[in-house]
């Protein structure tokens, strides 16, 4: 494969591990930590080749994410504590699993739908996502079914059981993100840092303020709903936020802001210019072809009309079901790594290992 010449190994492999963890928040991160370490040797592998691509060495990258902590631990304590048990339980290093989440990159080009029980065809209420991320990263996803002690139990994909990349909880939570480029990106609570808090969360408005630290570093779109069918796409930046509210009984979401108050915060254009054949272009076509979809089947929208829309080839290779782009640089290639339809109100979720034209979706519950 092309990508050797980076170093990295790339196995399709099928399936993706599922890992049930319980108790302290640490010992919840020691379990998934000692069951997951062979795919955290990977994952690590694979940053620092991502650390050095970005000329950095890893102890600037290590101290650099430093910067964040502080920011992080006044957040979410039990995060740190999760992440603590982690690197005891998998033998890496606190410091240099914490690079993980802090490390800006271009990737993340993922389709959002949301809908609730104005517009399903049995009431139910339905989060759909795409995993557009590296295809490097496919062999490290991990499903965890979370039951911490004292709070809301939760099934949540990940990377290895460390970094959370959505999910539900017993609450009727769910969350879907899909990133967002901004110009305000500082030091401070790091992205990926708010999912932890957001899935221990009881009410919409505690998810939201989750997924919002005051002092964040930069922002996703983060797709919140609950069972009552109140829907959000939450976009962030920095330094400010717009609530986009499910008004009609649905929402849309990709990689660009749909909120004027947001404009001015947009760098996905400049992104563009880097990524192959421009993120910024393909989220709009995305963007409006997932709407065109779905308002076809408005009043009447299954798990299965879902399916089909992230199954769509629309722009292909940079379609809603994505593909690998061989034009794009080596270390910037995404496709669908996964894509799920979690249905909030029967508290399960239906995912699907690598692209959704091609496998199936099998049924987790919570
Ligand atoms: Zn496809």
């Known amino acids: 494969m092309i990508l050797s010449l980076w170093g990295f190994s790339v196995s399709q492999k ?65 995060y740190i504590e999760w992440i603590r048990g982690y690197a005891e339980g998998s033998g890496f290093r606190f410091e240099d699993l914490f690079v993980y989440f802090c490390q800006e990159t271009d990737g993340g080009l993922c389709t959002n739908i949301v809908v609730n029980n104005e517009v399903t065809s049995d009431g139910s209420v339905l989060s759909a996502h795409t995993e557009d991320w590296y295809s490097i990263d496919e062999k490290h996803l991990v499903l965890v079914r979370g039951k911490p002690t004292g709070e809301s139990a939760f099934l949540a994909m990940t990377l290895g059981g460390l970094e959370i990349i959505c999910g539900l909880n017993s609450a009727g939570i769910s969350v879907t993100p899909n990133s967002l480029y901004q110009t305000d990106v500082r030091v401070g609570v790091p992205k990926d840092f708010v999912y932890r808090k957001i899935l221990a969360s009881k009410t919409i408005g505690d998810a939201m303020c989750a997924a919002l630290p005051e002092k964040r570093g930069s922002s996703y779109n983060y797709n919140l709903c609950d069972s009552n069918g109140e829907i959000y796409s939450l976009e962030g930046s920095a330094t400010d936020f717009c609530a986009l509210y499910g008004h009609e009984g649905y929402a849309v979401h990709t990689n660009h802001y749909l909120s004027p108050r947001m404009a001015k915060y947009e760098a ?99």
């Not at 040797?41 to 050095?52: A, N, T, Y």
């Not at 393909?282 to 089947?297: C, F, G, H, T």
């Open 14 to 78: 099928s399936g993706f591990r599922i890992v049930e963890a319980s108790g302290s928040h640490y010992e919840m991160g020691f379990k998934l930590g000692e069951r997951c370490k062979d795919l955290t040797k990977s994952m690590m592998e694979d940053m620092k080749i991502r650390v050095k691509a970005a000329s950095l060495t890893w102890n600037r990258a290590v101290s650099n994410a430093r910067k964040h902590l502080p920011f992080a631990e006044k957040f979410d304590p039990a």
């Open 268 to 366: 996905a254009f400049e992104k563009a210019n880097i990524k192959s054949p421009g993120a910024g272009i393909d989220s709009i076509i995305r963007y409006n072809r997932a709407l065109r979809l779905l308002k076809r089947e408005l009043g009447k929208v299954t798990v299965a009309s879902l399916a089909n829309i992230l199954s769509d080839h629309v722009n292909y290779p940079n379609s809603i079901c994505r593909h690998i782009d061989e034009s794009a640089p080596l270390l910037e290639q995404e496709k669908t790594i996964f894509s799920i339809i979690i249905d909030v109100t029967h508290l399960k979720a239906l995912i699907c290992h690598g692209n959704p034209c091609v496998g199936k979706y099998k049924e987790y519950k919570l």
